[in-house]
Every structure is written in C-alpha cells, then in structure tokens.
C-alpha cells in the first residue's frame, strides 16, 4: 500500500504526524445514527409497542366514554355453567350421591353457610341463568351417607293424584341424552310447578307413543334404583307404583308432586328429582368453586393517598355597608365591596394525605389532612391619608401608608372617593391565607376497569387558619387594614373533584381538576362584609394500597 | 475493556460494546473524515456512515492487521464514496493546474499546530486534499489511488505535486513554516 519512499519526504512526514495528532470530538447525534441504525430491532420493538400502548389507551379512553354493554359478559357464564355441568358428568356421576344427599336449604340459610362474600357470590349468580335463582341447593353436610336417599324417599308422601311427568325432567334424571340443565329450564320446568307437562310435540321428532314408554321406564328406573339403596324397599316400590304412563297422549304422569325442599317434602315425582339433581350439579359446582378451590388473594380495602395540587385562589364578596344600606346607592354605587375592590387571582397550592377506605368497588370514603396555602391579590393606593384610622401600619417602601381602596369602575381602577388628598401610588397586596384543613369525603368511580378509571369525589373540610397576611376593609370602605382578631379561626369548606387515574404496578397515578369554596366567611361576624374563598386546583396525587 | 473484548461485544452486536469502540475511535476518524469533507458536519454524516460499516462489517475482520487501520480504511474510504457522489469533486480532479488559493492569515485559527496544519490542508482544492490526504497521511500508492478515484495514475501524481507545493505556500504563509522547502531546516521551526 505505501510507496516505498512515503517516509522519504520529510514535508509527507511532518504533516502525517501533525495530522495524526489531532482530534474531533463528534456530536451525539453521530452516534445516535449509528445505533438506531444497527438496532433496528429495538427500534421495531419500540415502534410496536407505542403502537401498543397507543391502541390500549385508545379502546381504554373508549371504553371509558363509551362504556359497552355488559349483556354478552352476562349470558355467558350461564352457557358456561351448562357445559361444566356437561363436561364434568362423569365426575358428578361418581360425587352425586354426596350432593343428592344433601339437605336442602332456603336461600337465607345458604348465605349463612357459605363464607365467600356476598359480592362474589352476587357476581356468580348474576351469571347464572335467572332460573338458578328461585332455587338454592348447597352442601351443608357435604359427607353424608349415601343410604340416607332411601329414607327420605320413604318419608315422603305421595299426592292423591299424580301430576304428570315432564318427559323432559325423566331424560335428565337417566342422564340418557345429556341434555343440559339449560334446556330443562327452557321449556318451562319449575319447581313447584303442579302439572308441568310436556308433550311429545316438544320432544321433537320422537314417535309418542315410543317415547312415552321410553321415558316412563327411565323415570321408573330412577325411583327404583334410588329406592333400592333404601331399607324400605316397599315404600320406595310405592313410589315407583305411582308412575303410570299414558299412551294415548303420550305423557308421563306420577302420583307424586314434585317438592323444592326437604323440610317440607312431602311431596315429590320423578321430575323434581331429577330437575333437583341437575340444580345440585349446577349449584355443587357453585359451591366447590366457592368452597374448595382457593380464595383469590383478597384484596385491601384500606389505601393511603398523597396529593399535591397547584391552586389558582380568589374569592367572592357580598354583604353592604351598612350606610349605603340606609341611604341606598349613590353615584351608582349600591354598597358592595365587590363594586369598590380591584382583585385577582394568585397562585397557591396544597398538598396532604388521606387514608381511604373501599366500601364497594366503585365508592371509597377517605379523610385526612390537607395544607393549603391560598393567595390573592388586590390593588390599592398608598398615600399618607391623615385620616386613616388607628391600626393601620401599611408603610410602603415609598413611606406611604397603604390606607386607601382602588374603586373599579367600568373596569378602571381609579383611587376612591373617600380617600383623602395628598400623593398617591398604586400598589398590589397579597392576601395570604395558610390553614390547614381535614376534609373527609367521598369517591366514587364513574367509568374505567381497575386500571384506568374516571372518579369523582366530594369533600367537606372542617379547617383552622394557621395565619394570615391579608387586609380587610374597615368600615365604610375607605381603607385596608390589617387585623388578625376579625378573622375567623375555624371553618369549612366544600370541594369537589373529578380526576383520571391509572394504576401503575401498585401505585395509582390521578390527575384531575378540583374545585373548593368556603362556606363559612373568612371574617368573624363583627364584619359586615364575607368573604368566601375560591380555590381552582389541578389536583396530582399517588394511592398505595396500605397493607 | 479490551480491545479483544470489544470485538467480542461487537461481533455479538452489543451496544455497550459498540459504544466502547465508538467512543475510542470515533474521535480520530472524525479527524479523517474532516480532512475529506467540506465542513464539519459532512464530516460527521461520513463518519456515521463510515461507522455503520464499520459495525455490520466487523465479522470479516481476521486480526491480520492493526483494528484500527482495518477502521481507518472503512472511513476513508466512506469518505471517498460520499466525496464521489459529489459532481463538483469530480471536477476538480480533471484540473491539472489549480489557481492560486486566496488565503487570509486570520482564517486558519493559531490553537496548536496540528489543527492549523489540518486546517490548511482543507483550504486547498478538494482534488488536491483528497490526493494529499490518500497519500501523504493515509498512505495509499498513486496506482491505488487511481483506482480508488478513478482517475489516472499520472493524474494523482500531478495532483499531489501541486497540492503539497500549494499546502507548503500556506504554511509559509500562516507562518507555520519559516523557510522555503528547499531548504529543510524549517522542519526545526515545528517541531
């Protein structure tokens, strides 16, 4: 590569060296380049996941102002309670007896025994088809032995005249179809229900005649070998006498009316019994879920919050001097001190804590302590009124004293009246307020799933002014003055609030505005103007749950 | 990290190790691309460039030479390519007798003598720095340097010539050399 005489050349030598020497230092964005070029996977893996998150937070955001309907959600567990009773046949099959045996309880006694919270179960059953609920089998007992069945057969006492037999409720009972307790709900088996009947017409296209019988010997053989575990075997055989089958319509009858619950069975088919069994399959189910399967992780109820809030202050007037009272308005001037005052809004802020306490899943009460520190301004003249009454020490940096209103007008400020002469000058006061407040309160989720939601809240706020640095009118309006006894120490205030929040991990992140008005006048009585403070606040906070 | 090291993290495509070589290197071959390029920041878009190659590359590096010269050659010839694409280049490459160089003594900053020597190297033609430079400092043959430019050898060798005479007046000028370069006790002036 190099020619034999490259070092020959002093010059060549000298600006080799030279050159070699030097140094520039690139910019980032040289490796910048560099890097996203060589890692275009990153750079996908990052695209993709933007795209992600973009299209999380899109359904997310419309799913929260266009929430969907939840009708689909609550149809399906009641297909898919069907299909695990289906599923789980021959497992059922070989347990039944144990649920078979079971005594039957009214829905009250089933709460008491079931130790999952209502909630859940409220959730479950909402899933349920509708028809579940009139009825509620659990195992109480769930060891039992399984000749019991025999006794309490014998206990039951069979109607004078039977009622027929849904062919329906046979074919469940012998299990020979499979069909689902869904479809014996859906043609109209009830419990209680004294001639519910079927006719081979629902059946389909099953010969009547043929179908009868088939049914009638399924149903007898269900009673039989029910019965024949029993040591009263001639009762269970007069239970299984009162079958009787008729050809000619093609109905399945029984002598027996079909009872919902053991305390009062005295009455009792074929049909109730296997309807009975396909309830307790459906409801052993329930509450092996409930019962046996682990509880989930429960979930704290209690959280602490922070929040830090920059406020924008102000403040509303009212009351009337009470000499413009007396006369009425002069030069147009009706009395008000909002009429006579120039100001505007400061910023401030607050910042506190609140425990909260989850009382359902949408609605949580919380309390805590909050420190605000609340600010406005107004503007005045400053002058060396000889007329300004005892207390006021307002001295400017200019050796005035700060004695004198600014009267609006028309949105003019222009010095009032009512103050003396002599040489004037504007100034702005702040009007300083700290307290420190303990609002309880409400929130309550509007819209969102567990990650992002959309909550409102409301709080009312017993609060104690730790100081003040502001200036109240005296009387007649003429000046400002500082006097720390014409404030009131203890008040209340009302706030609401609206905000957005998204859990991260185990902290929940809110953003949202705030609104806060003091109800009670920041002076005591003795004053005849109120002031009530306004607080507009962009509201930030983090919620933990406590464990 | 060891140079070995970095190999290793390049050849496995990782960043940390890319960043190392990046951060050892980049600064001189920075300096490569400056002598090429127009102004700094073409200097830095040869650079990147340069770079990428640099990395995608980097497999076929066989630890027959210096890493550093097997980069160096990747940059230098980056710059070439992009100096190519420049219509205006290839122009001055034909010119066989530049017009004297308008050069102001307060134009080339009096820092330290290898940057006013770099910066007057960029004064020149840029067929003439880019002979200069494939010559006299990367240290490539007149023939490869053909090849590499497309031009012929003779062309080079012409280019050369003018372009150290050019580079000599400029010294002299910026007083960066004190004597003609018949005589050579100047050298004793620099260094």
Redesign the interface.
């Known amino acids: ?3 034999s005489n ?1 070092y020959r050349d ?3 030598q ?3 060296e ?10 980032e ?3 910048k ?3 996203n ?3 275009t996977k990153r750079r996908w893996f990052i695209g993709s996941m933007s795209l992600l998150v973009t299209g999380i937070l899109f359904f997310a955001g419309r799913e929260l102002i266009t929430p969907s309907a939840h009708t689909s959600f609550v149809r399906k567990p009641a297909t898919t309670a069907a299909s695990i009773a289906e599923a789980q046949k021959p497992y059922l099959a070989a347990h039944l007896p144990h649920a078979a045996l079971t005594s039957f309880h009214s829905t009250a006694n089933t709460s008491s025994s079931t130790r999952h919270n209502d909630a859940a179960a409220d959730d479950h059953s909402a899933g349920l088809d509708p028809t579940y609920k009139d009825i509620s089998i659990t195992l109480s007992h769930p060891v039992i032995d399984p000749s019991d069945l025999s006794d309490w057969l014998s206990r039951v006492q069979l109607p004078d005249h039977a009622p027929e037999i849904p062919v329906i409720a046979a074919r469940i009972a012998t299990g020979d179809g499979g069909r689902p307790a869904e479809d014996a709900a859906k043609v109209g088996i009830r419990p209680g229900s004294e001639q519910a009947s079927l006719r081979d017409g629902v059946e389909g296209s099953r010969e009547p005649a043929e179908a009868a019988d088939a049914d009638g010997l399924s149903a007898r053989s269900v009673l039989e070998s029910l019965s024949a575990r029993g040591p009263e075997q001639a009762r269970n055989a007069r239970v299984s006498g009162h079958l009787a089958k008729n050809k000619d319509n093609g109905t399945v009858t029984a002598d027996g009316l079909i009872s919902e619950t053991v305390s009062n069975a005295s009455k009792a088919s074929a049909g109730a019994i296997a309807e009975t069994r396909d309830r307790q399959r459906i409801n052993w189910l329930h509450d092996y879920a409930m019962n046996t399967l682990p509880d989930p992780a429960k979930r704290g109820r209690t959280f602490f919050q922070l929040t830090l809030a920059p406020t924008l202050n102000y403040r509303s007037l009212n009351g009337v001097d009470p000499s413009y009272e007396k006369w009425g308005p002069i030069n147009g001037f009706n009395g008000s001190p909002s009429q006579m005052m120039n100001h505007s809004p400061a910023y401030g802020f607050e910042f506190g804590g609140s425990i909260l306490y989850r009382l359902t899943r949408n609605l949580s009460v919380k309390g805590g302590l909050l420190f605000n520190f609340a600010r406005y301004k107004i503007t005045a003249f400053a002058s060396n009124d000889p007329g300004a009454p005892q207390g006021v020490s307002l001295s400017s940096y200019y050796g005035y004293v700060v004695d004198s209103l600014v009267r609006r007008n028309n949105g003019i400020s222009q010095r009032s009246s009512a103050t003396g002469s002599g040489p004037v000058t504007m100034q702005t006061l702040n009007n300083d307020y700290y307290q420190l407040s303990a609002p309880i309160g409400m929130e309550l989720r509007v819209l969102g799933n567990e990650r992002l939601q959309f909550n409102v809240g409301a709080t009312i706020a017993p609060s104690y002014l730790l100081g003040t640095s502001s200036y109240m009118l005296t009387d007649g309006m003429t000046h400002y003055n500082k006097e720390p006894n014409m404030y009131r120490k203890w008040n209340i205030s009302g706030g609401v609030e609206a905000f957005l929040s998204y859990r991260v991990g185990n902290i929940r992140w809110q953003i949202g505005p705030e609104f806060r008005y003091q109800l009670k006048s920041t002076y005591t009585s003795q004053s005849f103007i109120s002031e009530n403070l306004k607080t507009y606040g962009l509201k930030i906070g983090i919620t933990k749950m406590l464990p | 990290m060891t140079e070995e090291a970095i190999l290793q993290g390049c050849l496995k495509n990782e960043a940390a190790a890319q960043r190392e070589l990046y951060n050892r290197y980049s600064p001189k071959m920075l300096a490569v691309c400056y002598r090429f390029a127009h102004n700094r920041e073409d200097a830095e878009d040869m650079l990147q460039e340069g770079f990428i190659k640099v990395f995608s590359q980097i497999h076929t590096f066989q630890n027959k030479g210096a890493f550093e010269g097997w980069i160096r050659r990747i940059i230098v010839h980056t710059c070439i390519n992009n100096l190519k694409k420049n219509k205006r280049f290839n122009e001055s490459l034909d010119i066989v007798h530049a017009s004297g160089v308008q050069v102001r003594e307060e134009s080339v900053p009096s820092i330290v003598q290898a940057k006013q020597i770099v910066e007057c190297i960029r004064i020149l033609p840029i067929g003439y720095r880019t002979v200069l430079n494939l010559y006299a400092i990367e240290g490539y043959s007149h023939k490869e340097i053909a090849d590499m430019l497309d031009i012929e050898e003779s062309t080079s060798r012409s280019q050369y010539t003018r372009a150290k005479q050019m580079l000599e007046e400029i010294l002299i000028r910026k007083k960066i050399l004190t004597k003609p370069r018949e005589k050579t006790d100047w050298l004793v002036a620099i260094r």
Do not use: C
């Open positions: 590569m190099k020619e490259f002093d010059f060549e000298l600006i080799r030279k050159t070699e020497q030097y140094k520039m230092y690139p910019s964005r040289v490796w380049g560099v890097h070029s060589l890692h």
